[in-house]
């Protein structure tokens, strides 16, 4: 292709895309549009179907400012499924882990451990000796167990010594599935209070931790 005519091509291309910016409306405006549309939906309770419009508006419009609004509304779409889903299932308890921030999850939240709710049991983790781990969150955490070098299964079949809440939390979970083995009529609520009141208290500097007996739990049970 000769020189004139690449000239000529380049030309033809800038007018393709001048008439296409003069004709087509404003991105911002477009992509506000259909962030707004999504909103709507959102609002209407269709959940996934919202979510798939968020998406979209990302996908089309990542150069626009709707862009991040869409990713701030999915994290908030998900967020308020899970809690629904939480609170729809009285009967289920759930056994979190705290976190592994080092932070208060009061304040500096963390799903779903942060949730308020009486079918939910937080867990943050202290070594062998009952000591608060460096990196375990506080603040809403009910129980602590063991998670610092924990022996833990990996992909594969391997194990290795691993630390984590993620490693504490299995622990309390094993108490309370040996608990229900024993009585399977307990409720959350019983669950709760046998595995909190069962726990050995620890005083901090600051504020009071209770650390998980397995023994003093199940000793509960039996005499109740």
Do not use: H
Not at 209 to 215: A, D, E, T, Y
């Amino acid at each position: 292709m000769s020189q004139k005519n690449i000239v000529i091509a380049v030309c033809a291309v800038i007018a393709i895309v001048l008439v296409v910016w003069l004709v087509s409306p404003n991105r911002e405006e477009q992509a506000m549009s259909q962030l707004e549309a999504a909103a709507k939906v959102e609002q209407s309770g269709k959940f996934d179907e919202a979510i798939t419009l968020y998406q979209t508006v990302i996908a089309e419009y990542a150069d626009t400012g709707a862009a991040g609004l869409a990713e701030s509304s999915i994290l908030r779409v998900e967020k308020y499924k899970e809690r629904k889903a939480i609170q729809e299932v009285p009967e289920i308890l759930f056994i979190t882990s705290a976190g592994n921030s080092d932070n208060d999850v009061t304040f500096d939240e963390f799903y779903p451990s942060s949730y308020d709710y009486p079918n939910i049991l937080s867990v943050g983790a202290v070594d062998s000796e009952g000591n608060e781990t460096s990196f375990t969150s506080l603040g809403k955490v009910e129980v602590y167990a063991n998670g610092f070098e924990v022996e833990s299964y990996v992909p594969g079949g391997n194990r290795l010594n691993l630390s984590g809440t993620s490693m504490a939390t299995p622990q309390v979970l094993n108490l309370a599935g040996k608990l229900l083995a024993l009585d399977p009529e307990l409720t959350p609520s019983d669950l709760r209070r046998l595995i909190l009141e069962g726990a050995d208290t620890k005083q901090l500097e600051s504020r009071e931790i209770r650390l998980m007996n397995p023994k003093r739990s199940l000793e509960l049970l039996k005499g109740a």
